[in-house]
């Protein structure tokens, strides 16, 4: 499929770049990215993905737009207060971009309504407010091969991550990369969602945009895969690194032992 | 032996394990992950991890909010 003139002007500073140029393009116009959470990360990880012109996102969250949501959630307004997150979403990307096709997924992800959830979407990005809900896309990709990339945020702290679990980590290697469990193997003792210990906005867009750079980076194969690495980013010093992060030989998800 | 904690010098037994310093620190087992020399150390080896003088750990707390 041919780029359009319009797509040629709409993606002029993509197709431009060359790790991406005209054939990363068309990629990303031909991605299928699901979305866990339509909140403070899902919100700004789609807007991003939207307008880069990926050619399909499903938004997966049951939650109503909330007034405590638009201190960081700017894929809603004020005038959507009480209405679908994932039908207001829907709304929003469509109107920034029609090359992308917006499904609105109404439910929350279960493993009993995974394969519905996700349909046949390569890319998954969890940005879930929820251990529980982590470990079940974790399980989830993990068995259905499918690439996660993974962002969480709590108070002034963020984390990134790209798991590729049980795909070696290059041609050659006898390793394989992690998963999600290999770094949290069990559920911590408390949940620590937004709404118990709080966020600070702008971080919420930091690492959305974050995840939305490491799924253009994994449809176009640009650069280097965060997969085995980890960034972890905090606003109160301002310090950010990336960590090695390996396989968990007892990891109760991916090992095979 | 000397080893830095968070930023901050800690002293330490030679020959200690990741496990067994994490046992004198008093942290909860769960919710948190080490980072050691810039690489996560799984929590099934934190018994089989022999510390060595100058090493930097980070005691890292999971993030689980969207």
Known sequence: MNLSPEQIQRYARHIMLKEIGGPGQQKLLGAKVAMIGAGGLGGPAALYLAAAGVGSIRLIDDDDVSLSNLQRQILFSSEEVGLSKVQCGEKRLTSLNPDCKVSAVNHRFAPENAAECIGDADFILDGSDSFQTRFDVNQFCHENNRTLISGAVGRWTGQVSVFKSGRPKNEDAQDKLPCYRCLTPQLPETEVSCAEIGVIGPLTGIIGARMAMETVKEITNAGQSMAGRLWIYDALSGDSRNIKLPVDPACPCCSSN | ?66
């Open chain 2, 1 to 66: 032996m000397q080893l830095i904690l968070n930023g901050s010098p800690k002293e330490t037994e030679e020959g200690v394990t990741l496990g067994q310093f994490l046992k004198e620190l008093g942290l909860p087992e769960k919710g948190l992950a080490v980072e050691r020399n810039l690489e996560i150390v799984p929590k099934s080896v934190y018994d089989s991890t022999q510390l060595e003088a100058g090493d930097r750990l980070e005691v890292i707390q999971f993030v689980g909010g969207g």
